[in-house]
């Protein structure tokens, strides 16, 4: 039960091939778009005016900051005073903590509907502000929880049942007992708070709204604005010349700026240090890893797993340049459309029923739930002016139900992410309605294995319905995509992540030349651009400045980790195995109530092998030993 939680939002860069096709042409104007498609925010708070006094009332009740005031203040120095008075404090934290995520996730939601409106950004900057008070009112519980010790913090769960959901928390309280400060640190700590989102801020708003993207004339004699969802869009034309200079102006254009970029950056890894030094870390790693209790040694087998199969990423990077028909593949390759003749597009009621059919294995009641989130519009279906890119799914507000939000552009890869986003919210409903809150909350780490789970099962669906052997290997590309993109993609980023963490740890200033030349090197390895494998032209050296995931402390790995869990579950649930299929059922409806290497070896993976990572290299050579064979036939 941590209060102040981070809401982590699922970003997904999505790769839209090009499209003159009535969906992709589709209205703009929000307030044009049909109501069905927009989320209902009003279920949270019926609108702006009552999530101010819902904001107000909060605040009220919290106290002023810096003031000895607030409903926390009565429970300061008594913690050991009797179970019943522990148990009060760690009730009225939690419903405090409930209130305020209620409050902080329709700030954002609002705010991601467009980007630019100073209204809704100035929620958010708001509410940011009520979480620094209100994590420093909370400051005093852990160091008098460690001053009780673990004898009598035993006693009291022994004596007061009520307080067993609180038993993990408390337990994972004494386990970082090293890394707790006092109660005047634990509250210099949580004031510190307030500027720690200062480097994502800046990044966000000066990336989405504030930079000079560059224009580029394409072979059609059009020119487009080369913004994120423009650049996700145009890197994926069919004319290679086009895609050259998308990449060339986009990312030329991004590095010119990269001394901005770049001091962006240092300042979200001094933040991190900030927290390593004041929480006694050996590495911004541990800082990171040690909330889930997950081993450093999960990370960094990762790294070498990847870098020991680098010859399967190769590869799968061969294969790609055979179905483009291409003398040597570039960078500006890897998200061209591989099959001609295929360029199906999905209406989004087409995507709904492909979805809900693929989800049969997992039975009739998470199925009606599903139903039911398209039903009740839990989904912000369409792109409009301003929005933000990407997709995701929020699930912290506990007493309503998950949110999701997409750029639905009509593609597969559009019905894959539905599918994925989809996976997140029937993670949270089944957490938050299994679960009390304080252990409804799951960990990033076994956050991404529902929905890449779910991926699978839609290419299965797929697989089996689809005969056309050019549908059938444009799917199965997209998977290797897929796999390009979550595993490898992933990790390469976070070996990029530790080593500028590293560098700053050891006194090395982060400017942007240093990481351009430090992307460069690691990704022309993962590319194998030295044998002539995939060449990674020099533009991409800026393609870390492109990047938000580098703001979230050490957050990639776990699409990689999650992806290798998944494969190895749905293999088992698709081949009909209910005992697993129930496992990983209770697996997503245990939330946050263990530690999530613990849920994943409850569901039957053990992450602290590498018998996972294996299994997906299998699957992996499995599909493209499929493609090859299509394509030999085809001849």
């Given at each position: 039960?941590?209060?102040?939680?981070?809401?982590?939002?699922?970003?997904?860069?999505?790769?839209?091939?090009?499209?003159?096709?009535?969906?992709?042409?589709?209205?703009?104007?929000?307030?044009?778009?049909?109501?069905?498609?927009?989320?209902?925010?009003?279920?949270?708070?019926?609108?702006?005016?009552?999530?101010?006094?819902?904001?107000?009332?909060?605040?009220?009740?919290?106290?002023?900051?810096?003031?000895?005031?607030?409903?926390?203040?009565?429970?300061?120095?008594?913690?050991?005073?009797?179970?019943?008075?522990?148990?009060?404090?760690?009730?009225?934290?939690?419903?405090?903590?409930?209130?305020?995520?209620?409050?902080?996730?329709?700030?954002?939601?609002?705010?991601?509907?467009?980007?630019?409106?100073?209204?809704?950004?100035?929620?958010?900057?708001?509410?940011?502000?009520?979480?620094?008070?209100?994590?420093?009112?909370?400051?005093?519980?852990?160091?008098?929880?460690?001053?009780?010790?673990?004898?009598?913090?035993?006693?009291?769960?022994?004596?007061?049942?009520?307080?067993?959901?609180?038993?993990?928390?408390?337990?994972?309280?004494?386990?970082?007992?090293?890394?707790?400060?006092?109660?005047?640190?634990?509250?210099?700590?949580?004031?510190?708070?307030?500027?720690?989102?200062?480097?994502?801020?800046?990044?966000?708003?000066?990336?989405?709204?504030?930079?000079?993207?560059?224009?580029?004339?394409?072979?059609?004699?059009?020119?487009?604005?080369?913004?994120?969802?423009?650049?996700?869009?145009?890197?994926?034309?069919?004319?290679?010349?086009?895609?050259?200079?998308?990449?060339?102006?986009?990312?030329?254009?991004?590095?010119?700026?990269?001394?901005?970029?770049?001091?962006?950056?240092?300042?979200?890894?001094?933040?991190?240090?900030?927290?390593?030094?004041?929480?006694?870390?050996?590495?911004?790693?541990?800082?990171?890893?040690?909330g889930d209790n997950i081993p450093v040694a999960v990370y960094k087998g990762l790294v070498k797993s990847?870098?020991?199969?680098?010859?399967?990423?190769?590869?799968?990077?061969?294969?790609?340049?055979?179905?483009?028909?291409?003398?040597?593949?570039?960078?500006?390759?890897?998200?061209?459309?591989?099959?001609?003749?295929?360029?199906?597009?999905?209406?989004?009621?087409?995507?709904?029923?492909?979805?809900?059919?693929?989800?049969?294995?997992?039975?009739?009641?998470?199925?009606?739930?599903?139903?039911?989130?398209?039903?009740?519009?839990?989904?912000?279906?369409?792109?409009?002016?301003?929005?933000?890119?990407?997709?995701?799914?929020?699930?912290?507000?506990?007493?309503?139900?998950?949110?999701?939000?997409?750029?639905?552009?009509?593609?597969?890869?559009?019905?894959?992410?539905?599918?994925?986003?989809?996976?997140?919210?029937?993670?949270?409903?089944?957490?938050?309605?299994?679960?009390?809150?304080?252990?409804?909350?799951?960990?990033?780490?076994?956050?991404?294995?529902?929905?890449?789970?779910?991926?699978?099962?839609?290419?299965?669906?797929?697989?089996?319905?689809?005969?056309?052997?050019?549908?059938?290997?444009?799917?199965?590309?997209?998977?290797?995509?897929?796999?390009?993109?979550?595993?490898?993609?992933?990790?390469?980023?976070?070996?990029?992540?530790?080593?500028?963490?590293?560098?700053?740890?050891?006194?090395?200033?982060?400017?942007?030349?240093?990481?351009?030349?430090?992307?460069?090197?690691?990704?022309?390895?993962?590319?194998?651009?030295?044998?002539?494998?995939?060449?990674?032209?020099?533009?991409?050296?800026?393609?870390?400045?492109?990047?938000?995931?580098?703001?979230?402390?050490?957050?990639v790995f776990q699409y990689a980790t999650s992806v290798t869990a998944s494969s190895a579950l749905s293999?088992?649930?698709?081949?009909?195995?209910?005992?697993?299929?129930?496992?990983?059922?209770?697996?997503?409806?245990?939330?946050?109530?263990?530690?999530?290497?613990?849920?994943?070896?409850?569901?039957?993976?053990?992450?602290?092998?590498?018998?996972?990572?294996?299994?997906?290299?299998?699957?992996?050579?499995?599909?493209?030993?499929?493609?090859?064979?299509?394509?030999?036939?085809?001849?």
């Open positions: 039960m941590n209060p102040m939680r981070d809401f982590t939002l699922c970003l997904l860069g999505l790769s839209l091939a090009a499209s003159t096709s009535a969906i992709s042409q589709q209205e703009r104007d929000r307030t044009k778009i049909p109501e069905k498609y927009r989320w209902n925010l009003a279920d949270i708070y019926p609108n702006d005016d009552a999530w101010a006094k819902a904001k107000d009332a909060f605040v009220a009740k919290i106290g002023a900051p810096g003031k000895d005031e607030g409903a926390m203040e009565r429970f300061k120095n008594r913690l050991a005073e009797s179970p019943a008075t522990l148990l009060d404090c760690l009730n009225e934290s939690s419903g405090l903590a409930k209130e305020y995520a209620r409050i902080s996730v329709y700030a954002s939601l609002l705010s991601d509907q467009d980007i630019n409106n100073a209204s809704n950004l100035e929620k958010v900057q708001t509410i940011g502000q009520v979480g620094s008070t209100f994590g420093a009112k909370l400051s005093f519980i852990e160091p008098e929880l460690l001053k009780m010790g673990k004898e009598k913090i035993e006693s009291f769960i022994a004596a007061e049942p009520k307080l067993g959901i609180y038993k993990h928390y408390l337990e994972d309280v004494l386990r970082r007992k090293n890394h707790t400060g006092t109660t005047n640190e634990e509250k210099i700590i949580a004031d510190a708070s307030l500027m720690a989102d200062a480097p994502y801020n800046i990044y966000g708003v000066f990336s989405n709204a504030e930079f000079p993207y560059p224009s580029v004339k394409l072979s059609n004699d059009s020119t487009v604005v080369l913004d994120k969802a423009n650049f996700s869009k145009y890197r994926a034309l069919p004319n290679r010349e086009d895609r050259m200079n998308v990449f060339d102006a986009f990312f030329g254009a991004i590095d010119k700026y990269k001394g901005s970029f770049g001091a962006q950056l240092y300042a979200e890894v001094k933040k991190d240090m900030f927290y390593k030094n004041a929480r006694n870390y050996g590495s911004s790693l541990e800082v990171a890893l040690d990847v870098n020991d199969n680098l010859a399967t990423f190769h590869r799968y990077l061969k294969l790609r340049q055979r179905m483009l028909g291409v003398d040597q593949l570039h960078y500006y390759d890897l998200y061209a459309p591989v099959v001609k003749n295929t360029d199906i597009n999905y209406s989004y009621e087409e995507a709904e029923k492909l979805v809900l059919a693929s989800l049969t294995p997992l039975g009739p009641d998470y199925i009606a739930v599903a139903k039911k989130g398209f039903a009740d519009r839990w989904l912000d279906v369409y792109p409009n002016t301003g929005k933000r890119s990407g997709a995701y799914s929020q699930g912290a507000a506990y007493d309503i139900h998950p949110y999701m939000l997409l750029n639905y552009n009509g593609k597969y890869d559009d019905v894959s992410t539905l599918a994925h986003e989809f996976g997140h919210t029937m993670h949270s409903y089944l957490a938050n309605t299994s679960q009390p809150w304080p252990t409804s909350q799951y960990s990033t780490f076994v956050a991404e294995v529902a929905s890449t789970f779910n991926e699978a099962l839609l290419l299965d669906h797929m697989l089996k319905t689809v005969k056309d052997d050019d549908v059938r290997l444009s799917m199965l590309g997209n998977y290797l995509d897929n796999m390009k993109g979550t595993l490898f993609r992933q990790t390469q980023f976070a070996e990029f992540e530790l080593a500028i963490h590293e560098s700053a740890e050891s006194g090395v200033s982060l400017t942007g030349d240093m990481l351009d030349a430090l992307y460069e090197k690691i990704t022309r390895r993962y590319y194998g651009h030295d044998q002539g494998i995939c060449i990674v032209d020099s533009c991409v050296r800026s393609e870390w400045a492109y990047i938000p995931h580098f703001y979230y402390n050490f957050y293999e088992e649930v698709l081949a009909g195995d209910k005992a697993v299929t129930k496992k990983y059922l209770e697996m997503l409806r245990s939330g946050g109530a263990d530690y999530p290497i613990e849920l994943l070896k409850k569901a039957g993976i053990d992450m602290t092998t590498p018998v996972p990572f294996q299994l997906a290299m299998k699957k992996m050579n499995r599909v493209m030993d499929e493609m090859e064979k299509i394509l030999d036939k085809k001849k």
